[in-house]
């Protein structure tokens, strides 16, 4: 990312942009490389300018089997707690990998129930665009909805509509 053209970094962020959406980023890093950490610090400075936050990103240092040095190793994951070292050519670490995936993923999402007025139909229909929806009753006092999604962006919807209750 450092040595590409003063445009087309621009362009590049822009294009970064829509990982702000996304529910996991995962950094792969090269721990074979001597410049890992030098390339660990870029990626991580322009998620930092586009607003990424690392409860968003998982650090995966891949090619552990070609490390001869284990202070190299050892010290990569001092550095960066919570990081997970792999050999993806030999399957090292792999299914940990995966479960760091999973719950990551899990850890972003919750589920709630939103009482809505028979008069809120387009909400409704936003919930079915960004939201996995559960349930839905159709009550005398209105619809109950139960949703499943992001964090984020249920916080953003009880902003404007509060629950009726909240589950984690």
Known sequence: IRKLPHDLIASFKSTLQEVSEADLILKIVDLSNPSYEKHLETVNSVLHEIGVTERHALTVFNKIDLI?????????????PGAIAVSVLRE?????????ILDAVRSEHTTREFLLAYDQQKLLAHFHNVLDVLDIQYLEEGIQVKVKGRRAVLEDIEKQFPPKSSQS
């Open 68 to 80: 001869q040095d284990q202070e190299i190793f050892t010290e990569a994951l001092r550095q960066h």
């Open 92 to 100: 090292i670490n792999v299914a940990k990998l995966e479960a760091a």
